[in-house]
């Protein structure tokens, strides 16, 4: 059984919840999820030992949100290199920071990328529940 640790950064919950089912979607496929905010992941060490890292953050003025950037230096020092990966985040609009994030973990730290960055604007839109569940099956069947 593998473990994938989702960490996430949300201002008003709606990536929380995209993180949560996520997660579920994880589960259901036989492996564990951890679940942790930005804020939880005090250095590098606290993302080693993982299967596959899924990041997520809200756009906000076109950027991912601060503490999400300095997972993302902490990361770099992590030795992400080859672990599957995925990317989401809630968005209006333009959803800037699922790409971002995306785009960091594929060319910086070289992880096996997921087919994109998880695009639905929130839990509760159409589709939402099963196409966040389906993101981190596709996640765990990578590992
Ligand atoms: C002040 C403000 C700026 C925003 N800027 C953007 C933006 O540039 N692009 C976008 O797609 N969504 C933007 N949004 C929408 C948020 O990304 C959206 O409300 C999202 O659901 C928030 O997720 P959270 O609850 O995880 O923080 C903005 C929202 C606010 C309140």
């Given at each position: 059984m593998g473990n994938i640790l989702i960490v996430y950064s949300s201002r008003v919950d709606e990536t929380k919840g995209i993180a949560e089912l996520i997660a579920e979607g994880i589960r259901q496929s036989g492996h564990q999820a951890e679940v942790k905010t930005a804020?939880?992941?005090?250095?590098e060490g606290d993302l080693t030992g993982f299967d596959a890292y899924i990041f997520g953050s809200p756009t906000y003025h076109g950027e991912m949100l601060p503490p999400m950037k300095q997972v993302l230096f902490m990361a770099e020092r992590a030795?992400?290199?080859?672990k599957p990966g995925g990317a989401f985040g809630a968005y209006g609009?333009?959803?800037?920071a699922n790409k971002r994030i995306f785009d960091t973990m594929n060319y910086i730290f070289k992880m096996k990328m997921a087919s994109g960055p998880l695009m639905?604007?929130?839990?509760?839109?159409?589709?939402g529940v099963e196409t966040a569940q389906a993101y981190g099956k596709e996640i765990a069947e990578m590992i």
């Open positions: 804020g939880q992941i005090e250095t030795n992400l290199e080859g609009w333009s959803g800037e639905i604007k929130a839990s509760w839109v159409e589709d």
